[in-house]
């Protein structure tokens, strides 16, 4: 059983691929990277190197210009070459980065150039499925290579390098050793049953099932917080007409997004915003505001304002705390009744003591004044705790719905196994189900993953990583 563990056996590439791996545009510096075991060969066809390459050593180059004589072609720009000798290197194969001036043009010549000498293009995430393919990375850490490089904020960010770092990994590795453990005490037990070795007793299996479900219901809860720190979420703001919604809104993005003015129905669209709040990404969404409107145009903006409050996942509700509820706000609070929702009493800043949050159906309410700022950071705090859930950071988290479904299936067939071992059903019946845990803790690192899954991730990569 100890094979089980092991990462799977490196692959060795039979082709070299290259790709441009600085985004596309004008840049100080761009990288072509090539890898495979034609890469240094290649690599040294495109430039003049001043020394030859070494590993893990930078080393001067002149990128040359096929246009002039085949005998002495010129200096078009000059590189910094780095070569990374096989296996110690990202791909675990020959690697070599060619580190040229930002320029389009130039880096154009140098992978046109590399594909002349026997490269291909590399396909989306190449470079990190061979990385995967040679045991270098597991399946969180390449899907954390992904991650990293779309973080928009900082708390993405850090999340993604220590998934990076393995620490999703290391989080299952317990579990699934010590599942690996049980199920081998089985099969012995089976296997050696005519040689005096006893059989795991019904309360020893039901134990070690419990001790391997407990962290792995730990990590399926992490998935709520992980998900929305990987996704963030949307927030409706919504309300009648001049209850200050648009200045509600530009105090939350903290700049002048919507306009603003007395004029009730000002907003005649939806107007977005994504900020950052403790890291969350969390994308605000302006309304128009909700009445019996006869303009047409009027009329199609309070239609997407029902239709962005429909899809939201937090709804923020702007009340004028000096006016009465009207009946549209009564429809909508009764509306929302049972969602992530917040209530605004704006202008408090003109409104008596006691007018300040009465009335919100059972819905949390802040009194808040967008003019003087009154209550804004409260509301921040509480918009953060509604989008978290009251869920804390923790390392070594789910972060997308492949992952989660993984440890879910694993926890069910735990289940199942423990109810089987209840009900007195034979150990090879019980093996079934443990055996359905593993692949499915296997299948959280790519171990067990089929092709066309390992298709779907990286081809969500830009090409050149």
Same mark, same amino acid.
């Given at each position: 059983m100890a094979d089980i563990l092991q990462?799977?056996?490196?692959?060795?590439?039979?082709?070299?691929?290259?790709?441009?791996?600085?985004?596309?545009?004008?840049?100080?510096?761009?990288?072509?990277?090539?890898?495979?075991?034609?890469?240094?060969?290649?690599?040294?066809?495109?430039?003049?190197l001043r020394h030859p390459l070494e590993h893990g050593r930078a080393?001067?180059?002149?990128?040359?210009?096929?246009?002039?004589?085949?005998?002495?072609?010129?200096?078009?720009?000059?590189?910094?070459?780095?070569?990374?000798?096989?296996p110690?290197?990202?791909?675990?194969?020959?690697?070599? $980065? !060619? =580190?040229?001036?930002?320029?389009?043009?130039? %880096?154009? &010549?140098l992978l046109r150039r590399a594909i002349e000498h026997g490269a291909r293009l590399a396909e989306p995430g190449e470079f990190t499925q061979r990385a995967f393919l040679s045991g270098r990375i597991d399946l969180t850490q390449a899907e954390a290579v992904r991650d990293l490089i779309e973080a928009q904020t900082l708390t993405q960010a850090r999340q993604a390098a220590s998934q990076m770092g393995g620490a999703l990994s290391r989080r299952a590795a317990p579990a699934k050793q010590n599942l690996v453990e049980l199920v081998a005490l089985m099969e012995a037990g089976i296997d050696f049953a005519e040689d005096d070795i006893?059989?795991?007793?019904?309360? $020893? !299996? =039901?134990?070690?099932?419990?001790?391997?479900? %407990?962290? &792995?219901?730990?990590?399926?809860?992490?998935?709520?917080?992980g998900r929305i720190v990987h996704d963030g979420l949307t927030l409706a703001i919504v309300g009648r007409p001049n209850a200050g919604k648009s200045s509600l809104f530009n105090?939350?993005?903290?700049?002048?997004?919507?306009?603003?003015?007395?004029?009730?129905?000002?907003?005649?669209?939806?107007?977005?915003?994504?900020?950052?709040?403790?890291?969350?990404?969390?994308e605000l969404v302006d309304t128009a505001g909700l009445r019996e409107a006869h303009d047409v145009a009027e009329q199609l903006g309070i239609a997407r304002s029902r239709e962005a409050l429909a899809d939201a996942a937090l709804v923020l509700i702007v009340m004028d705390a000096t006016q009465p509820l009207n009946e549209e706000e009564r429809d909508l609070l009764a509306a929302v009744q049972g969602r992530p929702a917040l209530v605004a009493c704006n202008?408090?800043?003109?409104?008596?003591?006691a007018a300040a949050p009465q009335n919100a159906q059972g819905i949390p309410a802040i009194a808040t004044s967008a003019l003087t700022g009154e209550g804004?950071?409260?509301?921040?705090?509480?918009?953060?705790?509604?989008?978290?859930?009251?869920?804390?950071?923790?390392?070594?988290?789910?972060?997308?719905?492949r992952q989660h479904q993984a440890v879910t299936t694993a926890l069910s067939a735990l289940t199942d196994a423990k109810n089987a071992n209840a009900g007195g059903i034979p150990h090879e019946m019980i093996l079934l189900d443990l055996y359905r845990a593993l692949w499915a803790l296997d299948s959280l690192t790519g171990q067990t993953t089929t092709d066309d899954i390992l298709q779907l991730i990286f081809s969500t990569f830009c090409i050149g990583k």
């Open positions: 990462n799977p056996d490196p692959v060795q590439a039979l082709d070299t691929i290259a790709a441009v791996s600085t985004p596309p545009g004008r840049g100080g510096i761009g990288i072509v990277r090539l890898s495979g075991p034609d890469a240094p060969s290649i690599a040294a066809q495109l430039l003049r080393r001067l180059a002149e990128v040359l210009d096929t246009a002039e004589s085949a005998e002495s072609p010129a200096r078009i720009d000059e590189a910094m070459v780095t070569y990374f000798a096989a110690n290197s990202y791909t675990a194969d020959d690697l070599v $980065e !060619i =580190a040229a001036h930002g320029s389009p043009v130039v %880096l154009d &010549l006893d059989v795991t007793p019904q309360q $020893e !299996i =039901a134990r070690r099932i419990d001790e391997i479900a %407990l962290p &792995l219901a730990a990590l399926e809860t992490s998935f709520s917080r105090r939350l993005v903290e700049r002048d997004r919507a306009i603003v003015t007395p004029t009730p129905g000002t907003t005649r669209d939806t107007v977005s915003e994504r900020i950052s709040l403790d890291g969350i990404p969390l202008k408090s800043d003109l409104a008596t003591p804004v950071a409260e509301l921040r705090s509480r918009i953060l705790a509604l989008a978290s859930g009251g869920a804390a950071s923790e390392s070594g988290m789910l972060t997308n719905m």
